[in-house]
């Protein structure tokens, strides 16, 4: 048995572990699997193995475990709120469709495309079979900005130093041109991720909840701050215009839609970010480089990236046109390796384009089945966002990020893939209870005697849109040493 293969059978047991025992702690461990496992490949085909292998078990480990998270979500699938359910009924149905025509064009590739889209549906149903409360939430979301400050700081390692590990895959994977010379401060950063455009995206939408509220920025007072500038700083670093997209349309659509909340946040954020941009971007050793990348912003007519992005939706839709049952997983990305063996493509790949990628993949009758799971989805947080019972930071989150996804996937395949969009749709659709708290009474005070009803007087019922979604009287979270047991014993 490979050592790599060891890496990988530890880091999914942990995880299995940790689901089995049905713990809100999974959610934490899945996400810092996502962010670090590509890291740690690197370090042990440089350091151990001393060759770059370019389908290295320790790469499936995310999404071995996060696979994992679907066996509770599918053995109490009756538990789940009805439109949970709905919702998941047309994501899988996406999947099924893709995923059968992938097979046939593609083979065994569609296995890996199928394994990556499954990761981010089982986090959602996980998220919502917990029930849990807004503190446990909480945490979730310090957890993803804990792992985005991580990164950001051995993004800046890297870019100063470029770690013989890294250095040795960039030139093994033939990304040198892309990620520009693997010298220290000449190389765009990509930290632990697959590659810059990634990393970037992942913290533009990360660093949103940690914009909006104090709550969810991991660190208390001014340090949650200057981690909100590190982030940033990072991003810039990452030469991703998407990032700063995606922070910038989250944030404000954040505060556009929820009647102004928030707003205070973006207002010191913008201050804090625009004096520290002052203070420090000529310090960067690329800084003329960075300024020029960002002035692209007003002059896309003249982009190269921009132009030949329009180059490949021009192609796509003809495509698109000749294929409109679609193309099925299988056909971008790490995928194609499985038939090719190695950096090699398959034949039949599917350029990154956004939506136009995902109606390439899922076709005209898989996109019909997205568009019913997303606009499920958009009812119900509707319906919560009018009820001021139910109407929390979650749900108005979770409102902004479904909007902020639709200018996002012309960038690039934002819905299919593992980002803090899914753990904030999944929280704003669950509820939370609240806490029962202990009532002091009187050793005098008398029972109250009991009310009958005999029919004369209306009785009416009342509730929040939770209550009357689940079909039940509200109840007091369990504490977590109690829902500890493993799912299968819950009666």
Known sequence: MSFDLIILLV???????????????????TVFVFVFNRGLRRFIDYEINHEFNPLSPISLSSLAVAASMLLPVLVCFHELQPTARKILGFFSLAVIYAFAVGFINFKFAAFYALAEFVAPLSLFGYVILLKPSSAVKDRWFCS?????????????????????WDGYWLMAAGMEGYMGIAKPTQMTVFSTMAERG????????????MVLSKRWRGMPGPLGWAGVVLIFSVILLTF??????????????????????????????????????????????????????????????????????????????????????????????????????????????????????ILLIYGIPGSVFLLAALSSAWRFLAKRYRDR????????????????????????????CFTIFWLALGCGISHSRPR????????????????????????????????????????????????????????
Do not use: H
């Not at 999914?12 to 461990?29: E, K, N, Q």
């Not at 900005?145 to 013989?164: D, K």
């Not at 990634?198 to 909840?209: D, E, I, Q, R």
């Not at 139910?390 to 996002?408: G, K, N, Q, Y």
């Open 436 to 491: 029962a708290r202990a009532q002091r009474r009187s050793l005098r005070a008398w029972p109250r005697p009991k009310l009958r009803n005999k029919g004369k007087v209306p009785v009416t019922v009342q509730g929040t849109v939770d209550e009357i979604e689940q079909g039940e009287e509200p109840q007091p979270d369990q504490e977590e040493e109690q829902d500890s047991r493993g799912f299968w014993l819950r009666g």
């Open 11 to 29: 880091i999914w047991f942990i995880g299995l572990a940790l689901v089995m025992a049905r713990s809100s702690w999974a959610v934490d461990y």
């Open 389 to 416: 019972s139910s109407r929390d930071e979650f749900v108005m989150l979770a409102r902004a990020m479904m909007i902020t996804m639709v200018p996002a996937c012309f960038v690039g395949d934002i819905l299919t």
């Open 240 to 357: 991703s215009r998407a990032g700063l997209m995606f922070a910038a349309l989250g944030t404000i659509t954040y505060a556009l839609i929820n009647r102004g909340r928030g707003s205070g946040q973006l207002i010191v954020a913008v201050g804090i970010l625009g004096m520290a941009a002052w203070v420090g971007i000529d310090k960067i050793p690329s800084a003329g480089l960075v300024t020029k990348r960002i002035e692209t912003f007003g002059n896309l007519d003249e982009d190269r990236s921009v132009q030949g992005r329009l180059v490949i939706m021009s192609g796509g839709v003809e495509r698109l046109l000749a294929n409109p049952l679609g193309l099925g997983l299988g056909g971008k990305g790490l995928a194609t390796r499985v038939n090719s063996g190695g950096m090699g493509l398959a034949e039949g790949v599917v350029m990154d384009a956004g939506w136009l990628n």
């Open 144 to 164: 993803f900005a804990w792992c985005a400050l991580l990164a950001s700081v051995y993004g800046w390692y890297q870019y100063w130093t470029i770690p013989p």
């Open 198 to 209: 990634v990393f970037g995206g992942f913290l533009g939408l990360s660093v949103v909840p």
